[in-house]
């Protein structure tokens, strides 16, 4: 299966809805489930100005999706955040690491972007995995980061920096 890293587009919108709406992905991310199509087109019609997002598209289907915010702070206008899924049915086949390098690419040598920072739940040991390996570095626990179906979970904070 050949995996492209492409830019998104508008009309992405539905093939992002559907992969936000799987359980592994809402569960894994502050989005909630049962995400509306017309919440995602508005979001990819209407960019902020400091956002990025790349998607992952194999056979014409969208597996794959990350996104990046820019500070707007001006004294922290070198650090982006970042967020992530893959479809549950094509996780472990390198696709998250495809995105992360490409997003981590843009950033560093595109962008100017020295600190990439993200927060991830503790208990996603193939996600932290996949962050460590790229050069993330846990920074922290926030504790009862997030309430995650009925209970309150922690994350790590990690970050990448480059020189």
């Not at 919440?39 to 056979?59: G, H, I, M, T």
């Not at 739940?121 to 996949?130: F, G, M, P, Q, S």
Request: proline share 4%.
């Amino acid at each position: 299966m050949e995996v492209t890293i492409r830019h998104t587009e508008p009309n992405d919108f539905v093939g992002i809805q559907a992969l936000y709406a799987q359980p592994g992905a809402y569960s894994g991310t502050l989005q909630l489930p049962y995400p509306s199509q017309q919440l995602w087109e508005q979001r990819l019609a209407e960019p902020n100005k400091d956002s990025y997002s790349l998607v992952a598209e194999a056979n014409g289907i969208i597996v794959g999706q990350i996104g990046m915010q820019l500070m707007s702070s001006p004294r922290r206008r070198h650090v982006g955040n970042i967020g992530m899924a893959v479809c549950s049915n094509q996780q472990n086949q390198g696709i998250g690491a495809k995105l992360l390098a490409a997003m981590v690419d843009l950033a560093n040598n595109w962008l100017s972007v020295t600190r990439i920072e993200l927060e991830v739940y503790t208990d996603n040991e193939a996600a932290i995995a996949l962050y460590e390996k790229s050069g993330f570095v846990k920074e922290g626990t926030a504790k009862n980061y997030a309430f995650r179906d009925g209970q309150y979970v922690d994350a790590y904070l990690m970050a990448r920096v480059s020189s």
